[in-house]
């Protein structure tokens, strides 16, 4: 099957920073779907694929890339980096523009396999204790009304995260301040403001990052810092892969486990039924938190390139074409699971996408599940009544998803 033409795409159909999108997505997505067709969205040249059936095979498709960097001249690097205001950014280029997320092929399988051991559950079975332990600490220091994003959540995964580096504790807050800084220029509002913060921070992180490195490199740890300096001294990845990796790392589970536990909060306190089932039956943990992975995804879009004119589940795919793949959207698919919009904490098989599928699965999906179920653990069992005080902002964004804050009495 063709595509459809694109100048025939409704632009009222999908309007991803509007509030109405911004407080409740899923009607979007549904709308998306029902048109059976992928939907041309201007504002960002792509093609949006909304059915699940459609974001698998994309996802999976060897063809489907995250850059043709390496088929473009310079030139045309160039001119595709300005036509995205991503231009004049020489830190951010080299560190975040690359990275393990953002290779294919050979590359990509190199830089995977220097840190897929490190994510394996053993390995983060290891750092699960003191997850708890610090956790608990976190609760004990809040009140009978506390904010669960600000005063809980925000502080979980930076410093997990920091822990399984490297990264010394005190440093780790500021760590999560530029990690946001960094990320929110790969949303769609690109303004030179916003532009000019993630260069400057990167440049910072930058800064950090080599000082941490020299100091490792004096007193090595038992810490993935010191690993992969061995890795880069011994000549298997270079300086900017080695720094490029690291702050993937730092970044890439930061917000999006935030948002995970505000999503899933939110998920559980709109359906007390499910709320009281998981009280009544702790055991259902580990289902209940990849239904809240699947309900509402904190990471609803990822893109794709057509490498070669490419087959994605029919569609006949141009060479060069921009595919995005909508996870969020794929998980509540009714062809893919049964009542799709009911949040069932027991949900059992639970094959949803909001880690991905493919090559570039996130490499973070068991370390966030722990996390989220000590955070989840200690809260239902600290508190016999947990509410909320305020109706959930969440933040407008097409990338990202999740609420700003969460005010709760608890008792
Ligand atoms: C809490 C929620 C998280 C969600 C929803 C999530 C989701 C994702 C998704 C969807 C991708 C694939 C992107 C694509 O399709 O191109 C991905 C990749 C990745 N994630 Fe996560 N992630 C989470 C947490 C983490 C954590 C905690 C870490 C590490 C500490 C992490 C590390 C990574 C890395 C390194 C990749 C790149 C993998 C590759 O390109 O081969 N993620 N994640």
Same mark, same amino acid.
């Given at each position: ?6 100048? @025939?795409?409704?632009?009222? #159909? &999908? /309007?991803?920073? $509007?509030? =109405? !999108? ?5 009607? %979007? ?103 708890? @332990?610090?956790?608990?600490? #976190? &609760? /004990?220091?809040? $009140?009978? =009304? !506390? ?5 809980? %959540? ?258």
């Amino acid at each position: 099957m063709r595509l459809p033409d694109p100048s @025939a795409a409704d632009p009222a #159909l &999908f /309007d991803p920073l $509007g509030p =109405e !999108f911004t407080r409740n997505p899923y009607p %979007a997505y549904a709308r998306l779907r029902a048109l059976n067709t992928p939907y041309y969205f201007a504002p960002f040249d792509i093609w949006l694929f909304a059915r699940f059936a459609d974001v698998q095979a994309a996802a999976l498709n060897p063809l489907s890339l995250r850059s043709l960097d390496d088929r473009l001249t310079p030139e045309e690097i160039e001119a595709d980096r300005r036509a995205q205001n991503w231009h004049d950014m020489p830190y951010h280029a080299r560190f975040v523009q690359f990275s393990l997320l953002n290779s294919d092929g050979a590359m990509h399988q190199r830089l995977r396999r220097l840190v897929f051991g490190e994510f394996t559950p053993p390995q983060v079975e290891r750092l699960k204790s003191g997850v708890e @332990a610090y956790v608990s600490d #976190l &609760f /004990d220091a809040v $009140g009978s =009304e !506390f904010d669960f994003i600000n005063d809980l %959540a925000v502080h979980v995964p930076g410093r997990v995260i920091g822990r399984f580096l490297g990264v010394p504790d005190a440093d780790c807050a500021q760590l999560r301040i530029w990690s946001e800084d960094i990320v929110q220029y790969f949303d769609i509002d690109r303004t030179d403001a916003r532009k000019a913060l993630a260069e400057r921070t990167t440049r910072t992180f930058y800064d950090y990052l080599i000082d941490l490195s020299n100091e490792r490199r004096k007193r090595p740890q038992d810490d993935l810092i010191s690993r992969l300096l061995r890795r880069w001294d011994a000549g298997e990845l270079s300086e900017d892969e080695y720094i490029s990796t690291c702050m993937l790392i730092l970044m890439a589970g930061h917000g999006s486990t935030i948002d995970a536990m505000g999503n899933g909060l939110t998920a559980l306190l709109n359906h007390p039924e499910q709320l009281q089932r998981l009280r009544a039956d702790p055991g259902l943990m580990p289902t209940a938190i990849q239904e809240m992975f699947r309900y509402d995804a904190p990471l609803p879009f990822f893109h794709r390139l057509a490498s070669e004119d490419m087959d994605v589940n029919g569609w006949e795919i141009p060479k060069g074409t921009k595919i995005g793949l909508l996870y969020a959207s794929a998980n509540r698919d009714p062809e893919a699971f049964d009542n799709a919009d009911r949040f069932e904490i027991g949900r059992t098989p639970n094959r949803h996408l909001a880690f991905a599928a493919g090559p570039h699965f996130c490499l973070g999906n068991h370390l966030s599940r722990m996390n989220m179920e000590a955070t989840f653990m200690t809260l239902l069992s600290r508190f016999q009544s947990i509410a909320l005080t305020a109706e959930p902002q969440f933040k407008p964004s097409l990338s990202l998803r999740g609420p700003k804050a969460l005010p709760l009495r608890v008792n």
